[in-house]
């Protein structure tokens, strides 16, 4: 079965410190993955996904397929950053169902 | 362009009590989805449609029914509703094909007392 871990609720971390948001899967074929971002009052709107291979906002994210893991990185966190972030997976060819993770909450103190 | 259009925003319902929540995008997107939102369950799936005329169970249906109008609707009715599905409900849409995004409704708050 498809799964998605984000083994973090809470991840507090200071402004202009690195920030990495753990995000492993389990599936046995080539998923598609992404991240998406909730800001306060916003919607659910895509962060970025790993066959982009694009940095959006300065994260980044790389699949590891042998780890089977997605994890987000940034290396300088700002304030605005603070926000749910949610891992996701698609099963291509197979369904069109998404599962998240159970996200993870980034507070970015100043 | 509205993109993810949800109604109501906010309801209040007393247990037994019977909603449907509408979903409609402009998108012309193919799939439509419902997931639940709870503290520390992250977003679930209840149901989906991957293109009009069809839909199937997701993670978590059980108390719900859904209905793909047409293209453009998908709406998630609560029959019985019990305190259990107080939760916020996400409405989404996508292309339908290909690795493609999601597109997600502003949410609606139902309490179920």
């Known amino acids: 079965a498809q799964r998605v871990t984000q083994p973090e609720k809470l991840l507090s971390v200071f402004k202009g410190a690195p920030v990495e948001l753990k995000c492993n899967y389990s599936?046995?074929?080539?998923?598609?993955l992404f991240w998406y971002v909730q800001y306060s009052r916003q919607r659910l709107q895509l962060l970025l996904r790993?066959?982009s291979r694009e940095s959006i906002k300065g994260f980044t994210a790389d699949l590891n397929k042998g780890e089977t893991s997605f994890h987000l990185k940034k290396p300088f966190a700002q304030e605005e950053d603070s926000a749910m972030y949610y891992c996701?997976?698609?099963?291509?060819?197979?369904?069109?169902?998404?599962?998240f993770g159970t996200g993870t909450r980034l507070k970015v103190l100043a | 362009n509205a993109g993810v259009t949800q109604t109501p925003k906010f309801q209040v319902l007393k247990t037994g009590q019977s909603m449907t929540l509408q979903c409609a995008q402009d998108?012309?997107?193919?799939?439509m989805y419902w997931y639940r939102q709870d503290p520390g369950m992250g977003l679930r799936l209840i149901y989906y449609?991957?293109?009009?005329?069809?839909?199937d169970k997701g993670e978590v249906p059980n108390g719900y029914n859904v209905s793909r109008l047409n293209k453009r609707e998908f709406s998630l009715r609560l029959e019985s509703a019990a305190p259990s599905q107080t939760s916020v409900y996400f409405c989404?849409?996508?292309?339908?094909?290909?690795?493609?995004?999601?597109?997600f409704g502003a949410g609606s708050r139902l309490t179920v007392l």
């Open positions: 989404a849409s996508s292309v339908g094909s290909g690795a493609n995004v999601l597109t």
């Open positions: 996701a997976l698609r099963a291509p060819l197979i369904t069109y169902k998404y599962i």
């Open positions: 599936y046995s074929g080539s998923p598609e």
């Open positions: 790993h066959i």
């Open positions: 998108m012309n997107h193919n799939s």
């Open positions: 449609s991957a293109s009009e005329g069809t839909t």
